[in-house]
């Protein structure tokens, strides 16, 4: 069987770009230089014929079919991944750094996420803070926080802990909000 599809480094640099909404920030996660990871895409929309990004003066914004595109490209990564750690395990996927509102803090179970071992191929550090902008400046992939931020293009996923009746937020850009890392978080958070 001959499968049909474009290059996987045009693909990946789409996937992290759309991720970041940032061709330096996915130059930096790929190893690469911005202008690498531009030209990948460049050269991606041209064998698609499409543009997947409008390009602005403050940085990228997806267009709709990039928007449609990202999340199945992004689970054929994760399928690929899986693939490859059921054969090496020690392979590891890219980790989050979480940020999380000091108000927060009590509402997790102690010593949260370290508290289970499930959680540990996905979170690299956590650290005290509820300053959207460390998202834009790639200083943190998420925030967990008490309040929703309504910023920008970031997306909001509302929480609702167990026993508790106010939500907490899980706020990331919009191509991590699907990845296998942030699903596995939220699901931390909600079992």
Request: include cysteine.
């Amino acid at each position: 069987m001959t499968y049909r599809f474009p290059s996987l480094n045009g693909l990946k640099a789409f996937e992290a770009a759309a991720r970041h909404l940032s061709f330096k920030a996915a130059a930096a996660e790929l190893g690469v230089t911005a202008g690498a990871v531009s030209q990948q895409v460049k050269r991606l929309e041209m064998s698609l014929g499409i543009a997947l990004f409008r390009r602005l003066p403050q940085g990228l914004l997806l267009t709709q079919e990039g928007t449609a595109y990202l999340p199945e490209i992004s689970r054929a990564f994760d399928v690929l991944t899986d693939a490859t750690e059921a054969i090496a395990p020690a392979l590891n996927g890219r980790k989050l750094s979480i940020g999380l509102d000091p108000v927060v803090v009590d509402k997790l179970p102690k010593g949260w996420p370290r508290h289970t071992n499930e959680l540990k191929p996905y979170v690299r550090e956590i650290r005290a803070t509820r300053d959207v902008e460390l998202i834009w400046s790639n200083e943190v992939d998420a925030l967990i926080l008490a309040e929703a931020t309504r910023h920008g293009n970031l997306v909001e996923q509302k929480v609702c802990l167990s026993g508790d009746t106010a939500p907490i937020y899980f706020v990331t850009r919009p191509g991590l909000a699907e990845c296998r890392q942030s699903r596995a978080i939220l699901e931390a958070l909600t079992s």
